[in-house]
């Protein structure tokens, strides 16, 4: 396949190669159970098998984790539910298991990419939590391997099966709003100046493959937060740049994908960010406080990241996604979505409240269960999260470079000649990202 992934290639050739017949896998009739692997049992990885193991049709088959009091946790938690899955400290050894149909991948987002295309590549299909990648290189390759070994890539940009978000992108897509020229993303919060404070490095748990964990990412002494992903601690790895993008790729990533949703999938063609730590003194590395700014094609979007002050935006809403189109404007996030007519006369229409529209998690699930048996694509397919990761991996980098940057979809990259080597994923040996 060709090395770029520009929307008319992709979305063209790519689309009748996965919706192909090829199974690599176990073919299993309708009522068999899927036997699946979990990668990463940390707060994500311990709620994805949460959801997983409220759907009759899994079999939790395996599970994986570098830290073993995560992995005892996650074991406890599957034989209380019935399950009896195979323990891996190795990643590796599950994925050359060829009963198991599928996999999980709830790591730190570094390791993500790689995951992703071993798992496609021993035949298995994927379910990988979001950001898709930490360099823009690793979604291309991500995207190439699902469309080059036939297989079902969910994203965990689970919002995209959720009631709110179904409900704005079918607005937007009516023309209720009008003309759009202008979207809106904030998260507001008021953290701690000394945020997850600035402990030293050490020697890691004797329960901790520290240089497991690391793989492809440079190595470095143990360091509490940088790790930070214990039995019963917030995950803190995604403040440094090693693993992660900060608050842009962690609540960024959710807040633009549904602009995504809602305009068919569109990318920038420029953005420029600006941010820093201007309040919390702790030893992480991404900012505190961020505003980028991105042009699409018909439309300006902004994403404010603002941590240390936590007044809410459009009434009560400390995060969201906003749209403002000519007719009427348009707030979706978790708790709801509203249609706010630019008329004062005419009234707004409003979905709240609902248990069934705001469930997301288990029906992403679903969807990605019922996808494996059709060789269908899913809601959230790894190109549309590649697609959103990108744009906020981009943000960081503008404003790490103080550039604005020029995408170039076509050819998959910046026109800013100084950043185009940081767009190519820098792996330790032995590791390499071969599709």
């Known amino acids: 396949m060709n090395q770029q992934i520009g929307r008319r290639g992709l979305l ?18 309708a009522n068999d159970r899927l036997r699946i692997g979990f990668i990463g049992l940390g707060a994500m990885g311990s709620g994805n098998l949460g959801y997983a193991m409220r759907l009759d049709n899994v079999e939790v088959a395996a599970l994986c984790d570098v830290y073993q009091p995560a992995l005892e946790k996650a074991e406890a938690m599957a034989r209380k539910a019935g399950q009896q899955p195979k323990s891996f400290r190795d990643f590796r050894e599950m994925l050359a298991d060829r009963s198991i149909d599928a996999v999980c991948i709830s790591t730190p987002d570094h390791w993500h990419a790689y995951m992703t295309v071993a798992a496609c590549k021993a035949g298995k299909d994927v379910y990988v939590e979001k950001p898709a990648c930490v360099y823009v290189e690793e979604g291309q390759k991500m995207v190439q391997a699902a469309r080059k070994y036939s297989r079902v890539v969910q994203a965990g940009t689970m919002q995209r099966s959720g009631g709110y978000f179904k409900k704005a992108a079918e607005l937007v897509k009516s023309g209720a709003l ?47 937060n940088r790790f930070g992903v214990g039995v019963a601690r917030f995950p803190t790895f995604r403040y440094f740049w090693d693993y992660a993008g900060g608050a842009m790729t962690d609540w960024g990533v959710h807040l633009i994908d549904p602009l995504h949703q809602c305009f068919n999938e569109v990318m920038p063609t420029a953005v420029t960010a600006m941010g820093s730590k201007f309040y919390v003194t702790d030893n992480s590395e991404t900012p505190d406080t961020m505003l980028a700014t991105f042009l699409y094609p018909k439309w300006l979007a902004s994403y404010e990241s603002r941590t240390c002050n936590p007044l809410p935006m459009f009434g009560d809403h400390n995060y969201g996604t906003a749209i403002h189109g000519t007719e009427a404007t348009l707030i979706v996030s978790r708790r709801g979505c509203w249609l706010i007519p630019n008329q004062k006369e005419a009234q707004a229409q409003v979905w709240e409240n609902n248990a069934e529209m705001r469930e997301m998690n288990v029906p992403h699930w679903k969807n990605w269960i019922e996808c494996i048996r059709t060789r269908q694509r899913p809601t959230s397919d790894i190109e549309t999260c590649v697609r959103s990761s990108t744009v906020c991996i981009l943000a960081n980098l503008s404003m790490r470079f103080n550039q604005r940057l020029d995408w170039d979809e076509a050819s998959w990259t910046v026109k800013q000649e100084a950043v185009k080597p940081h767009l190519k994923a820098k792996y330790r040996a032995p590791w390499k990202l071969d599709v």
């Open 178 to 224: 009008g003309e759009v020229t202008f979207c809106h993303t904030w998260q507001a919060s008021l953290t701690k100046r000394e945020g997850w404070g600035n402990p030293p490095d050490s020697e890691p748990p004797k329960e901790l493959d520290w240089d497991m964990w690391l793989g492809p990412a440079r190595k470095v002494p143990f360091n509490r």
């Open 12 to 29: 063209s050739s790519a689309s009748a190669m996965f919706t192909s017949s090829l199974f690599t896998g176990r073919v299993r009739g």
